[in-house]
């Protein structure tokens, strides 16, 4: 993907986007997935580097992530709620909004079918069957990408309080309930988190380490190092036990190999 189209596409989703403003303004959850999207797109770019991509798929990765999230619009606008579970699988929305806007006119054929594939997918439990190489490397981009930023978004939005403010961000679960044991075990035992059993803050925590340990790329390791995340979650969690804090010492040690 050339540098050109690159900055079509950047205006294409601002001007998508500009159309749920009301009175020139963004609602806060909206605001708060287009401030997500623009880290998103950076950090996607920033891993590709480092990992020494050529040009155009450093550009891919940065489109990729400008429209990774495109659903949480409409998504939000109809149902108030960015739960999948409780209104509409946003990978697959956003693969339909980006087809139905025509979002990605002028782009190349193949660098439209790799784009559409990050947005689908980004969001499932586990990659589908059948991917090509270019793909993969694609979608396992975008999904370091968004989780890293997910990791700042969890911690800014606690020490700022905008957590009680608009407790969506966190699909209103239990802020201040203690971890879920079924939760801490799948961890403990290296398992894929199940959302299902989610209750509290604290088993959020828990499955953004069992993130961290599923990462695609060093880079995005490293970079969980450099923001110091494992600290700053620490620093305000409301729930702190002795079993929680030994998930985070795991996890600390894995990182430190990276």
Not at 14 to 25: E, S, W
Not at 32 to 52: F, M, S
Not at 188 to 211: C, H, P, T, V
Not at 215 to 239: C, G, N, Q
Request: hydrophobic share 40%; proline share 5%; with cysteine.
């Amino acid at each position: 993907m050339t540098t050109e189209i690159l900055v079509l596409l950047a205006e294409r989703f601002r001007t998508y986007v500009d159309r749920f403003r009301v009175d020139g303004a963004l609602h806060p959850m909206h605001q708060l997935k287009l401030e997500h999207t623009i880290r998103v797109a950076a950090d996607a770019r920033a891993i590709a580097g480092r990992e020494g991509w050529p040009e155009r798929e450093v550009n891919l990765a940065e489109a990729v992530g400008l429209f990774h999230d495109v659903a949480r619009f409409p998504q939000f606008k109809k149902y108030r709620s960015f739960s999948d579970a409780e209104t509409i699988d946003h990978g697959d929305l956003g693969v339909r909004t980006v087809k139905t806007e025509d979002l990605l006119a002028g782009v190349p054929d193949e660098a439209r079918e790799l784009i559409c594939c990050a947005v689908q997918y980004h969001n499932k439990l586990d990659l589908p069957p059948g991917l090509t190489a270019l793909e993969e490397k694609l979608l396992r981009l975008i999904r370091d990408a968004d989780r890293l930023d997910i990791f700042f978004i969890c911690w800014d939005s606690i020490q700022t309080g905008h957590i009680h403010d608009h407790p969506e961000i966190i699909m209103n679960i239990d802020f201040n309930g203690p971890p879920t044991p079924a939760v801490l075990e799948q961890f403990e035992r290296g398992e894929k988190i199940d959302y299902r059993n989610m209750k509290s803050m604290a088993d959020r925590f828990i499955l953004q380490l069992s993130w961290m340990h599923d990462m695609s790329y060093a880079p995005t390791k490293r970079l969980i190092r450099e923001r110091s995340i494992l600290e700053k979650f620490i620093d305000v969690m409301p729930v702190k036990t002795d079993r929680l804090l030994r998930c985070f010492g795991k996890t600390s040690e894995f990182l430190a190999k990276a």
